[in-house]
């Protein structure tokens, strides 16, 4: 099993920046692709970002395109978003999810396993 648990949310300017983190215990982390989805008030959950394990290969939406960036640092056991230029509509609850499979997905049910989330509210 593995567990995650994402911080760094929180309220920011439209322009802004902020930066969330996943931290991930209970298994070799290095193996896992990680990605990153949010959900935003009566929406569903939307794909942003993933990253494979060897941080070579990297998937993003078209919305986040050119502001966010992927990340991770396999010795801390930790995935990164970047997120540049926030936009209003970039508010949502995110959410960081991990696979052991080879390949990184932009689906929901490509993962296996889901942290509890993060607030970001992006103010205009």
């Known amino acids: 099993q593995v567990q995650l648990a994402e911080s760094g949310g929180g309220l920011v300017q439209a322009g802004g920046s902020l930066r969330l983190s996943c931290a991930a215990s209970g298994r070799t982390f290095r193996w896992l692709g990680m990605g990153w989805f949010r959900q935003a008030p009566g929406k569903e959950r939307e794909f942003v970002a993933a990253i494979n394990w060897s941080g070579e290969s990297t998937i993003y939406a078209d919305s986040v395109k050119g502001r966010f960036t992927i990340s991770r640092d396999n010795a801390k056991n930790t995935v990164y978003l970047q997120m540049n230029n926030v936009r209003p509509e970039d508010t949502a609850v995110y959410y960081c999810?991990?696979?052991?499979?080879?390949?990184?997905?932009?689906?929901?049910?490509?993962?296996?396993?889901w942290g509890q989330g993060t607030q970001v509210t992006i103010s205009s």
């Open positions: 999810a991990g696979t052991d499979r080879f390949s990184i997905s932009t689906v929901y049910s490509g993962y296996d396993y």
